[in-house]
């Protein structure tokens, strides 16, 4: 198995510019979330989804859009890039809810817009 | 060059000695706690879990103890290596979709 995987590593973005962050598992989890990770600050998420189908924000979801067509994959969308998205991302899965199974990583995407 | 961890709390071990790291979570009702560890430029990984009905839980190398009079978490890591330098946090959930994620110690082994 390969896991969580993401992509791109790396992607530097000007200001109002849009693109998606890939995030795909292979594991048949049902839960999927992302994360987004600031320096010196926990992990913050940003929405998640219980299954193929649906969605539903987390702590941070402004800026930013999902959908969840497959089980295998959570891409993440950013409409207007802005500086306050300048973050390190990550997609998470998990074959139980939260309270009864732990998270699995992937690497992350590390996002710089100028 | 890292964007996570600076900042951070470090705590410097002697290779071989044991190593103690801290963690004060925030909602009395959490009842699933959890320990990563984060490499340099990897996601989190999973260590060790602890439920709220125990107050310790062993595994390979590492013991997790859990205070909830307090809402104490600590991780302990027995006979620390070069390989477990890394940035550990812990995670709470009280059985929602989610969690709170601690900001992170990290722990820097000297030889």
């Known amino acids: 198995n390969a896991g969580v995987t993401q992509t791109p590593k790396f992607r530097i973005l000007k200001i109002g510019q849009s693109m998606t962050l890939q995030c795909t598992q292979d594991m048949n989890h049902n839960y999927m979330y992302w994360y987004r990770q600031d320096p010196g600050m926990g992990l913050k998420l940003i929405y998640y989804?219980?299954?193929?189908?649906?969605?539903d924000k987390g702590e941070v979801p402004n800026g930013y859009n999902v959908s969840r067509s497959t089980t295998e994959d959570f891409p993440l969308r950013l409409e207007l890039a802005a500086p306050s998205q300048t973050s390190v991302y990550f997609c998470a899965s998990s074959y139980r809810r939260p309270s009864t199974d732990t998270q699995y990583f992937g690497p992350g995407t590390r996002l710089t817009v100028l | 060059g890292e964007s996570v961890g600076l900042h951070l709390p470090t705590l410097s071990v002697q290779e071989g000695d044991n190593s103690i790291i801290n963690c004060a979570y925030s909602n009395s009702a959490s009842d699933y706690f959890i320990w990563y560890k984060q490499e340099s430029g990897k996601g989190p990984q999973f260590i060790i879990d602890?439920?709220?009905?125990?107050d310790k839980r062993q595994g390979q190398r590492v013991t997790v103890l859990l205070n909830k009079t307090v809402k104490h978490l600590s991780l302990q890591i027995a006979a620390t290596q070069p390989g477990d330098s890394a940035v550990y946090f812990c995670a709470e959930t009280s059985g929602t979709y989610k969690y709170i994620f601690g900001t992170g110690t990290r722990l820097k082994v000297l030889a």
């Open positions: 989804s219980v299954g193929a189908g649906i969605t």
């Open positions: 602890i439920r709220s009905n125990m």
